[in-house]
């Protein structure tokens, strides 16, 4: 089905580009070179975004939602300095959140881990390493980056149920590795950019603007911005009448 989307768009772009060029009598040679240009482009893209779900089946947002719930997820964690503070505003709020760990930080980081776990959240998988190079990893080397932080957080009795990819990137080699686990792979569908942009109003913007139920945000608990950023998300939340929970009681509407 998902290999049906990317081949479906790939005939389209071809058929729309051979049209045009034909009508204005181009090479052949030409028109081959074109057309392998938009195919890495569309390729490329197409890794870059979990929503055109063209390598695997990504949750991007919960449409069907009934009740008022939407989600907050917060990657690259635990951060010694900022998660507490986190799950501090979090407590305060009486909100609950997901929070998607890099295995080797939730080694260094036990304690956090636990209070995590303990405050209520949820725990989702984000890799071991969270390397720049992920993307470009075999479906072995993908499957050991998941399966050694499973087992990191099987040490807390965890059992783990989603997987987010290091910078949303998904590949065929990823698709093939989440094959042989039971993992259901989770994106977002408002991109905070936290960790791009300086300004707080401009990060609060990007995620309050049309906030609904059913909706996945997208910060990282690991740079000061993230805190004024949560705390004003909240009283936002709180005026729209939205209540933040965690993946699994979103999807599942519990
Ligand atoms: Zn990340």
């Excluded at 087992?151 to 997987?163: E, G, P, R």
């Amino acid at each position: 089905m998902l290999k049906f989307r990317l081949a479906f768009v790939l005939l389209v772009v071809s058929i729309i580009t051979a049209l045009v060029m034909f009508t204005n009598h181009v090479s052949v040679g030409l028109f081959m070179g074109t057309i392998i240009l938009l195919w890495i482009v569309i390729i490329f893209l197409g890794s870059m975004s979990m929503g055109w779900q063209f390598f695997l089946t990504a949750k991007t947002k919960h449409p069907k939602s009934k009740k008022a719930f939407f989600a907050i997820t917060f990657d690259d964690g635990p951060n010694p300095e900022f998660t507490p503070q986190i799950l501090d505003i979090l407590e305060k709020h009486n909100a609950k959140a997901t929070f998607f760990l890099i295995g080797k930080e939730a080694d260094k980081y036990s304690g956090l881990v636990k209070r995590i776990i303990r405050c209520g959240h949820e725990i989702g998988n984000h890799s071991y390493s969270h390397s720049p190079y992920i993307g470009g990893f075999s479906a072995k080397k993908w499957l050991a980056e998941i399966e050694k932080t499973n087992s990191v957080l099987k040490q807390y009795a965890y059992n783990m149920v989603y997987f987010r990819p290091p910078f949303g990137i998904t590949t065929p080699h990823l698709a093939k590795a989440i094959q042989h686990t039971n993992l259901k792979v989770i994106g977002w569908n408002k991109r905070s950019f936290d960790t791009f942009f300086k300004s707080e109003s401009r990060i609060l913007k990007r995620i309050t603007k049309d906030l609904k139920q059913g909706d996945i945000i997208l910060l990282h608990d690991k740079q000061p911005n993230c805190l004024p950023v949560l705390e004003r998300l909240l009283q936002i939340a709180k005026q729209k009448q939205l209540q933040p929970v965690t993946i699994s009681q979103l999807i599942n509407e519990n």
